[in-house]
Structures are given as structure tokens and as C-alpha cells.
């Protein structure tokens, strides 16, 4: 079964609107963050917003904010006042704790991504 | 601040050649270290993993080989090259271990597109 899931394959949206990008998991442990990233046709990824599953509140950073609904595991990425730079693939990811060795490391697991087009 | 560096950013190999990509990282002491692969279109999938020198483990067997001969230095190998080799390698780094793993976002350098003829 998938653990992230985007629906979207392509979302458009107009210069200023908004837009929310979905993503749905799956997971059985009580512990674990959520990612999201952009990826410019350039290949390079870009962090942009970090949610923990045991934060009471939605994370935000600057345009971006994410609407966290931990019952129904979904974690969208809201984009405020969109900008034709936003114009990107963007990746939901989960990071589970793992086990290597006698130390811990998160395992990042990616969704298939939506192309985000913004017209001017 | 740190800084990861990946290079080629382009390669063509023909079909049986050797790779080597190579990724290091400045900035930071004993970082976990990753490759990913990006099929045209698609997410990322994760091959290797390390969480210290000479610490390997592998996610999907494969054609490819990682090494870790240095604290921030990340290797992707292949002895044969095959046409299913293609696509776009990410190195990525995050902070070591410690209480809260989970909310270290992991950071990438510019991949690599490879294209296997």
C-alpha cells in the first residue's frame, strides 16, 4: 500500500489565489513528521515546511502553511497568494524513525508529486 | 552554514560501463547520508542510506553499490551500467540521530542526471 499519496497529479491556479495541494498517509506509528518540497524544473529540492505528529498546531512558514487533519492522516500544503515562481513539482514526504545499528535515522518516504502551474 | 555538493550534474554512459557519483558534504559532522533516484515524472526512491563510515544499508536491491569512505563523503557506484540505471540521482544529508530524528528535514544537492545509452 502507498504510504503518501497525492492525488493531484497537476493543479492550476492564478497569480494571488490560493492553492492547497493534498496528501494523504498511512502509518501505524504514533510518531513520525511530515515534509513537504518543491522541485523546480531544475532538478534541485527544496525544503519548504516541516509538521510532527504530535504538534497541536499548524505549521506555517511565510506563504506556505500546512493543514494538518492527523484523523484523517492528511496533510495538505496550503500556498498562499501564489506567485509564478511557485510554478514547481512539489512532494509530500513522511520520515519514520528507523533503526541502523543501535542509532536512529528518518526514513523519508515520497509521494508522486503535483506540477503546480500558475498563471499570470 | 552546510552545504552539499553532487557531482556530475549530467552524465551519458553507454549500456556495461562503470559509474561512480560522488557527494560530500560541508558543514556538519557525522550526517546521515542518502541516495534517491527520480524516474522521469515520479517521486523519489530511496537506494542507500548510511548512518556512519563504513555503514551501508540498502533499500531495494539493485545494479548499484554505496560507499562511505569518509564521514561526509558519499559514494554511488555501479560496475555495469544497464539501460534501467537511468534517471536523476539525489544525495541528501540530514542531522545525525538524537532525540527527534524525525523533524531534521533532509537536504539535497543538485542530482545527477544520468542517461544510460
Redesign the interface.
Known amino acids: 500500500a502507498q504510504k503518501?499519496t497525492q492525488t493531484q497529479p497537476g493543479m492550476f491556479v492564478q497569480e494571488k489565489e490560493a492553492v492547497t495541494l493534498d496528501c494523504t498517509y498511512d502509518t501505524s506509528d504514533p510518531?513520525?513528521?511530515l515534509?513537504w518540497?518543491k522541485q523546480p524544473s531544475?532538478?534541485?529540492?527544496i525544503?519548504l515546511i516541516?509538521q510532527?505528529?504530535y504538534d497541536q498546531q499548524n505549521a506555517t512558514e511565510g506563504r506556505y502553511s500546512l493543514n494538518f487533519q492527523k484523523a484523517r492522516k492528511s496533510a495538505n500544503l496550503v500556498i498562499s497568494a501564489s506567485q509564478l515562481g511557485d510554478s514547481a513539482m512539489y512532494?509530500c514526504a513522511m520520515?519514520?524513525?528507523m533503526n541502523?545499528?543501535g542509532?536512529?535515522?528518518?526514513?523519508?518516504?515520497?509521494?508522486?508529486?503535483t506540477i503546480l502551474t500558475v498563471h499570470p | 552554514s552546510q552545504t552539499i555538493h553532487q557531482w556530475p550534474a549530467t552524465l551519458v554512459q553507454p549500456v556495461g560501463s562503470p559509474l561512480s557519483l560522488e557527494c560530500t558534504v560541508e558543514g556538519t559532522s557525522n550526517p546521515n547520508l542518502y541516495w534517491y533516484r527520480q524516474a522521469a515524472g515520479r517521486g523519489l526512491q530511496l537506494l542507500f542510506y548510511s548512518v556512519g563510515i563504513g555503514q551501508i544499508s540498502s533499500e531495494v536491491p539493485q545494479n548499484l553499490s554505496a560507499s562511505r569512505p569518509q564521514d561526509r563523503q558519499f559514494i554511488l557506484s555501479s560496475k555495469k551500467l544497464l539501460l534501467s540505471d537511468s534517471g536523476f540521482y539525489l544525495c541528501a544529508w540530514s542531522a545525525t540521530g538524537g532525540v527527534r530524528p524525525l523533524n531534521s528535514p533532509l537536504h539535497f544537492g543538485n542530482g545527477t542526471r544520468l542517461t544510460v545509452t
Open positions: 503518501i510518531s513520525y513528521g515534509f518540497y531544475s532538478g534541485e529540492m525544503f516541516y510532527g505528529s512532494f520520515r519514520e524513525v541502523a545499528g542509532t536512529s535515522y528518518g526514513k523519508l518516504t515520497f509521494g508522486q508529486g
